[in-house]
């Protein structure tokens, strides 16, 4: 970020669709600084707006829907607004949403926010057959209200004015709710206790607010105030409160919640002025298709094949494009280059441009397949989805949030891991971040194609949509293992907004395709890199000292290397059930890299060059049976799909649980590969 | 008295009790608390639903246990 001193500072809240990232792309310009909040791994994002040649920092609070103590998306969002005191804050309400979205505006309200409010998509509203007064509700809470169309960036100017304004004249309505005569008394007291006792809170906290938190029973709230000076003072009193109340009203936290609601309730009822009924929708028509019963999974199956299709068959002549200017031209080119030491040219062209190589290979595949799901989570079919598959997910225990995360998995693992983070619940998460490697991504599917297709045949084309299969069935398995040894407890189900269908913006697609991309890019880039230097040491080096650079194009040198020693070591001690050469055991072990890398492994280890010559050198070579065979897949799939992804689970759980996923994942592997071999031998299968 | 999981699909029901804090305080936030009308936009029967709290207010998928800690009766339809 810039050193330079900001002005200003605005932050961006609504609730979750109400079309936040675009408001704050056109506020912004689409420049965006990425960061974490403090403490959590939840993505701060921070732009910057001019108006009148007055730099503005434009921070992108997450999607919530209120500022309670129970999501951690939540208290993010309040304790930046207690402790960064924004300027302003814009808060965008959905037209067609309006109840959810004025709960959150009247809560930011009662923390004392300098409100602008954004009042989105009206142009959906009108299509539903109603509008919303906007000066209505201007007048009604007490600041400036601006209606806009964030997909055609109408009013957005208007939204500007505001803000400015609102930097300069602000506004506070934190007595935007009333609660009753006996309540609002307590408040007041507790209000005169906070500031005699705890002067100290006063300074950080609106006493209003805090008073209500306290007399809810916020524990978050609770806990700090315990900790300032005279704070256990405040507690008692707020206690004491608490419980008159209770016994008049019954549950305080209930009863303060619901008055808030009403209050949002007689607003809205007080701007929506309906100008035609309408039949029925095209959400509705679609709906009534596409949640079926019946008709709604196979539905939902051919979507996700027809994503695949696109995604590999859209993919593959860009992928050739690249593997030829990397893998080949660059590469030929570096080995070529006068006056660098061999060893260094072999460094540079077998280490780390082969690295980078196999990475940017599976770029077009992995960028389109983010791009078709982009294009479906916009038009609004993911949440049904996830609604579909809720009742088969929920017999292993997980929500049917869970489903989104695994099919970002099929493109890559990296951002699969960090899909997890729109779960709620902890455990739910946990696990879900935990499953989501074993979705077969994009990186795998070379394998099973050279070894399914060079010994298994005609049955090549089932193996390989069994491994699809078998990842998700797996994912759901050890999602079911997990919750009932590991994380204890039912899955706490999962609540979601649906949306009603909306034609994707380009924009919109656009940036998703190439936020979750780049993850992918550089996660995997800076891992890889490493790890590709380290493999290409093991290879040109062995017991006997330096083996000379061209070890990688020699079989016969590369035998004697240390990848082969722990080829055979592998082969000898751990997979001898399975009957893998020491190749083979090899190329697992550099598969821990990145997936397609086994395939290149075997074709040096085998001395040949291209696909073809690779599957007829095993074809021919019979160092596997089509059970082998089948096996090694198996085991391909399951074992850690590449450092990178356990990385980020290093990143988004912790080391513990990367450990974890690595020790599960390997177990796993193994056991369904030994599985695979003793059950076929037993019956009979070679 | 039925788990909401378990109305029929169509109908409309009233919420009478839920269970679980947290849960009820976040139902309560998106507009579902005790003795509000919701109509059961789709149940899979045994399973998820998309209910919807009032006009102008989004629809919402419950999850399967979500919509079993809230109970409900069936109200008749008045048209």
Redesign the interface.
């Known amino acids: 970020m810039s050193v330079k001193e900001r002005q200003f500072r605005v932050a961006l809240a609504g609730i979750p669709?109400v079309g936040k990232s675009l408001i704050f792309n056109k506020l912004t310009g689409g420049k965006a600084w990425v960061g974490n909040w403090p403490g959590v791994t939840v993505e701060k994002k921070v732009g910057r707006l001019v108006l009148d040649g007055v730099d503005v920092e434009v921070v992108d609070l997450p999607g919530i829907?209120?500022l309670?103590a129970?999501?951690a998306d939540e208290v993010i969002a309040r304790d930046f607004i207690i402790e960064e005191k924004p300027d302003a804050i814009v808060c965008i309400l959905?037209a067609?949403?309006?109840?959810?979205s004025l709960?959150l505006a009247v809560s930011l309200l009662e923390l004392g926010a300098n409100l602008v409010v954004d009042l989105n998509m009206v142009d959906l509203?009108q299509k539903e057959g109603?509008r919303v007064d906007h000066r209505r509700l201007e007048s009604l809470l007490g600041v400036p209200v601006i209606p806009t169309v964030a997909t055609t960036g109408q009013g957005i100017e208007e939204l500007r004015d505001a803000i400015r304004r609102a930097l300069h004249e602000r506004v506070e309505r934190a007595r935007v709710v009333d609660y009753g005569k006996d309540v609002e008394e307590a408040i007041a007291t507790l209000e005169g206790v906070i500031r005699s006792e705890a002067p100290v809170l006063v300074e950080k906290y609106p006493p209003r607010w805090l008073s209500i938190k306290l007399l809810e029973g916020d524990a978050v709230i609770l806990e700090r105030v315990s900790k300032v000076q005279n704070g256990e003072k405040v507690i008692s009193a707020a206690s004491k409160l608490k419980s008159e109340l209770e016994a008049k009203l019954g549950d305080l936290?209930?009863y303060m919640?619901?008055r808030r609601?009403k209050k949002v309730?007689e607003l809205?009822q007080a701007v929506?002025v309906r100008e035609s009924s309408i039949g029925v929708s095209a959400t509705d028509i679609l709906?009534s298709i596409l949640?079926h019963?019946a008709l709604g999974i196979p539905f939902a199956l051919s979507t996700l094949y027809l994503l695949f299709r696109f995604a590999f068959e859209v993919s593959t002549p860009f992928a050739d494009l690249l593997d030829i200017a990397i893998n080949r031209l660059l590469h030929d080119w570096v080995l070529g280059l006068q006056g660098l030491p061999e060893w260094a040219a072999s460094l540079l062209a077998d280490g780390i441009i082969a690295g980078v190589g196999a990475v940017m290979v599976f770029l077009p595949v992995i960028a389109l397949f983010f791009l078709g799901f982009a294009i479906l989570e916009d038009s609004g079919y993911m949440?049904r989805v996830?609604?579909?598959v809720?009742?088969i997910f929920?017999r292993f225990n997980l929500?049917?949030?869970s489903i989104v995360p695994l099919i970002i998995g099929f493109g890559c693992n990296v951002p699969a891991v960090m899909a997890a983070r729109t779960i709620e619940d902890e455990n739910d998460r946990k696990v879900t971040a935990l499953i989501a490697p074993l979705s077969s991504c994009s990186a795998r599917l070379p394998v099973y194609l050279v070894i399914g297709g060079a010994i298994l045949g005609a049955s090549a084309g089932f193996a390989v949509l069994s491994m699809y299969i078998l990842g998700i069935l797996f994912a759901l398995l050890m999602g079911w293992f997990f919750r009932r040894f590991f994380f204890k407890g039912?899955?706490?189900?999962?609540?979601?907004?649906?949306?009603?269908y909306l034609m994707p913006r380009l924009d919109n697609v656009a940036m998703k395709t190439w936020e979750r991309t780049k993850r992918f890019l550089f996660k995997a880039g800076s891992i890889i890199l490493l790890v590709m230097i380290l493999v290409w040491l093991l290879s040109v080096t062995g017991p006997k000292g330096f083996l000379g650079s061209n070890a990688l194009g020699d079989p016969e040198l590369l035998s004697r290397s240390w990848v082969a020693v722990l080829g055979r070591w592998l082969s000898e001690a751990v997979f001898f059930p399975m009957g893998w050469d020491w190749r083979l055991s090899a190329a697992l072990f550099f598969g821990f890299l990145a997936k397609e890398v086994v395939v290149g492994t075997l074709g040096v280890l085998m001395g040949v060059e291209g696909v073809e010559g690779l599957q007829r050198a095993l074809a021919e070579s019979h160092i596997l049976t089509p059970l082998t065979a089948y096996a090694y897949m198996a085991f391909v799939l399951l074992y850690v799909p590449c450092a990178a992804t356990l990385a980020t689970i290093r990143n988004e759980l912790g080391l513990k649980y990367a450990i974890f996923a690595l020790a599960y994942m390997l177990l796993l592997a193994y056991i369904v590969a030994l599985g695979i071999v003793v059950i076929g031998s037993l019956v009979g299968l070679t | 008295m039925i788990p909401l999981a378990f109305a029929r699909d169509g109908s409309l029901v009233r919420v009478v009790m839920i269970r679980g804090g947290g849960l009820r305080r976040r139902l309560i936030e998106l507009g579902i608390s005790e003795g509000k009308n919701l109509r059961v936009v789709r149940s899979l029967g045994h399973g998820p639903v998309i209910v919807e709290s009032a006009e102008n207010s989004g629809r919402l998928v419950l999850g399967f246990g979500v919509a079993m800690k809230i109970m409900v009766e069936e109200v008749p339809y008045e048209r």
Do not use: Q, W
Request: proline share 6%; aromatic share 14%.
């Open positions: 669709n829907y209120g309670t129970y999501s959905s067609i949403n309006l109840e959810r709960y509203a109603y936290e209930t919640v619901d609601y309730l809205s929506v709906d949640t019963k949440a996830a609604f579909l809720d009742k929920n929500p049917g949030k039912v899955s706490a189900g999962f609540i979601m907004e649906l949306p009603p």
